[in-house]
Structures are given as C-alpha cells and as structure tokens.
C-alpha cells in the first residue's frame, strides 16, 4: 500500500500567530523546516506526499497540486476523484514519526481521525474518499466524526499526542524542542531558541 | 499483572489555575471527579489504584497514603520498597482511557514515560520502581528519560494524546468537553459548560 497524503501548504505569510517570536521570512522557513519533516514522516510510512497549495509553489520532490478553492474547497474537489486509500495530513506536525502515521493509515476501521489541539483535525485517513468530505475550520474534529457517522463508516480516533500537536503558538515550540527530531527543531535551535524555566513552568527563550 | 497504580493527589485548593472559572468548592469537585475518571481507567486495565496524598484523606474503594512529604519525597520513598512493576500517574488526566493505560503497561521496555504538556510527566511505568526515582517540576520528562537512561533502563516513550493532556487551564477544558466521556465532563457540563467559537477557535463557555 502506498497511498497519497495530501498535505495542504501555505508557503506565503504561514503561522502569523508566531510573529511575536519570528519574522515573516523565519516563519517561510520554519513552515518549510516543518513540511520537510511531514513528508520524511510519511514517505517512511510508504505514503506518497502530494502538496496542495493555494499559491504557486514548486517542489523538486514530489507532487504539487495549485488551486484557487480555500482549505475545504480544494480537497472536497480532490475526494470526489481519488480511487484508493488517501491520507489528508496537515504540514504543521513536525512532531510526525513513521510509527503515529502507520497507526493511522493501518486503522481497521473505514475512517481514522486525529484530532488537533483545541478541537481541530490533524489528519484523517480515508479507505474510500469519495464517500467523505471535509469539513475544516472550528471544533472539525467533532465534525469531521459525524461526516463519517453519516455516511455510514466506521471510526477510529487515533491517539497521538506526536500527531495532536500541531505548531501555532508560542508556547508549541516548548514540545518542538523536547520532542522534535527533524528539521523544524533543528532550525529553531539555529535561530538560537532554547528551553527555558520559570517558577517551574517550561518556556522558550531565544538567546540571539 | 495487576501493578499498583500510585496516583498523587491533592484534596485542598486544587487546580488554581481554574480559579477565573470554578470556585474553590467547583475545584475540589472538579478534582474529585477528575480523580474518579483515571480510577476508572486504570482499573479497568488491571491496575489497582493507590492514593498518595499530602493531606489526610478518606476513600472508601481505594488505599490511601498520606505522607507529609513533597510530591518527589513522596514517591521517592516508596518506589525503594516497591518489589513488582508500578505505575505512577497524575490525577488531572479525565481524558485516560483503558486502552491507553494498556499501552503503558504493557510496554516491552524497562519503563514506559507518558510526556505530558509542556515538558511534564503524565505517566511512568516501572518494571523494578527500586531502581529508578522520580523528580517531578520543570522538564521532567527530559529528566525522566535520563533517569531511566543513567541506570541502564530502556525507556519506552509512550504517544498518547489522552494521557498527554493534563488538566490545568482554561483552554483545557476544550479538550475534555470534545473527548471526555467520564464523570469530569459530566461534572463541567452540570455546572454549565459547553463549546464555544470565536473566529474559528474553539473555546469554553460558562452557560449558567
């Protein structure tokens, strides 16, 4: 099995929640840092990685799709199409490793869902997308299980704090930094972040 | 297997951090029924529950240990006289559910640790508790790990977001009104709570 993940990505003013702690052209770069370690996690797992963007964007590597539809529009169009077992995950969990994405894509269930922080979705496992629609935006995980439900299929909720954990605020690098083993940690420790402590709560601090 | 399952917990004034919404009484309950939630778990997966508690304490189903120690003192002078496998887990994880428990307990490793956010430590599983001690506040989980690492321990790092999220702010309580399904969200939803969005995030409010 080697099923297509569908990676929205937005390469132009990313994570504008961050801006606090790093430039427009650091948060380019960190986006990117964190999309190389999706895609390392999920071509490990035998997925094929496929960026769909809503700007230009060209990739040496693999797949791009461009399209002028927002988030929901773009893959409500891609769904309808695909034939095989199709995995939609989001760029911004550079804590994914082989084993969380496995568990996902090797569900027994016709549906796997993981949930984001907050109520959101992280990725979504889909054995016959056409009969599936997303639905981001607000608490789309409780969402996205009805969907499901309403169609019929069986799903699995995934438990994994790895794939739970997407980077928006701030205080997410605190789990980049302790649990991230790819680019995106790498690159935040080039910018000179580190962990810090403070009456015992974790923090970051940027040393230069 | 049925390891004894320490779980430190604190009656009086907990979870301040909660204090803009629960009274302190609301507190206490909310604790208590927190508390409820991952007895329930870990019995289910075998484990008998212990109560380690700084205050005096009265359960009429579970051991109680009170100790006038600090939360590392505590357990730190337990786990020399403990002789089986043990597991320590906090009391503010309502989201803990048998299956993730399971996954601790039956690690292959020497000692399974469960991160919690923000650099915590939710969970430890011990195969010989004698040869490891705990050290609680700041990083722990990256002092955990070294622990487990300086005695010659293999470390099993378990990816759980139910045993991930701890209870201890406001926008935590999101996460238990989406995915709890014990007496804790029972508890919030009585006293009023429900989901609210706000520009596409999710939060709480207080209905009542």
Same mark, same amino acid.
């Given at each position: 099995?080697?099923?297509?993940?569908?990676i929205?990505? @937005?390469?132009k003013?990313?994570?504008?929640?961050?801006s606090?702690?790093?430039?427009?052209?650091?948060r380019?770069q960190f986006?990117? +840092?964190?999309?190389e370690d999706v895609? +390392?996690a999920?071509?490990?797992a035998m997925c094929?990685?496929v960026?769909?963007?809503t700007?230009l964007?060209?990739?040496?590597?693999?797949q791009?799709?461009?399209?002028?539809?927002? /988030?929901? !529009?773009?893959?409500?169009a891609? /769904?309808p199409?695909?034939?095989?077992?199709?995995?939609?995950?989001?760029?911004?969990?550079?804590?994914a490793?082989?084993?969380?994405v496995?568990?996902?894509?090797?569900t027994?269930?016709?549906?796997a869902?993981?949930?984001g922080?907050? !109520? !959101?979705t992280?990725?979504?496992?889909?054995?016959?997308p056409s009969?599936f629609?997303v639905d981001?935006?607000?608490?789309?995980?409780l969402?996205? @299980?009805?969907?499901?439900?309403d169609?019929?299929?069986?799903v699995?909720v995934?438990?994994?704090?790895?794939?739970h954990?997407?980077?928006d605020e701030?205080?997410?690098?605190?789990?980049?930094?302790?649990?991230?083993?790819?680019?995106?940690? +790498?690159? /935040?420790?080039?910018?000179g972040?580190?962990?810090?402590?403070?009456k015992?709560?974790?923090?970051?601090e940027? @040393?230069?």
């Amino acid at each position: 099995m080697c099923p297509p993940a569908l990676i929205p990505y @937005k390469p132009k003013n990313p994570k504008t929640r961050l801006s606090s702690l790093l430039s427009a052209e650091e948060r380019e770069q960190f986006a990117a +840092a964190m999309l190389e370690d999706v895609k +390392a996690a999920v071509k490990d797992a035998m997925c094929s990685p496929v960026l769909v963007c809503t700007e230009l964007f060209d990739s040496d590597d693999v797949q791009v799709t461009i399209t002028d539809a927002d /988030l929901n !529009g773009s893959l409500n169009a891609i /769904l309808p199409q695909s034939v095989g077992p199709t995995l939609i995950i989001m760029a911004d969990l550079p804590l994914a490793d082989t084993a969380s994405v496995r568990r996902v894509i090797h569900t027994d269930k016709d549906v796997a869902i993981v949930p984001g922080r907050g !109520g !959101g979705t992280n990725a979504i496992f889909l054995k016959e997308p056409s009969r599936f629609r997303v639905d981001y935006y607000g608490a789309s995980f409780l969402k996205h @299980k009805k969907i499901a439900e309403d169609a019929g299929l069986s799903v699995d909720v995934v438990d994994s704090f790895r794939l739970h954990t997407d980077i928006d605020e701030p205080w997410d690098l605190v789990e980049l930094l302790i649990h991230g083993t790819g680019k995106s940690r +790498a690159y /935040l420790e080039e910018l000179g972040f580190v962990l810090s402590t403070d009456k015992g709560r974790v923090g970051v601090e940027r @040393k230069r």
